[in-house]
């Protein structure tokens, strides 16, 4: 199989490592709509998953 960084999905924990930010500011940047994510399941189950190229778009685009 040929996996494309456009398909690969990381949960928070992996995108606050990817981002290297807290949980508390991937949070903040998720509510101020900074950063791309998805939801799947019920509200009790539901997971929240970030595309890996929505994260790298996010750190080109704050780059310092």
Request: net charge positive; glycine share 4%.
């Amino acid at each position: 199989m040929d996996f494309t960084t456009s398909t690969m999905y990381v949960n928070s924990r992996e995108a606050c490592a990817f981002l290297r930010v807290s949980p508390r500011t991937l949070d903040k940047l998720k509510k101020n709509g900074d950063i791309h994510y998805y939801k799947t399941g019920t509200s009790k189950q539901a997971r929240t998953l970030y595309l890996i190229d929505d994260l790298q778009a996010y750190m080109d685009a704050h780059r310092r």
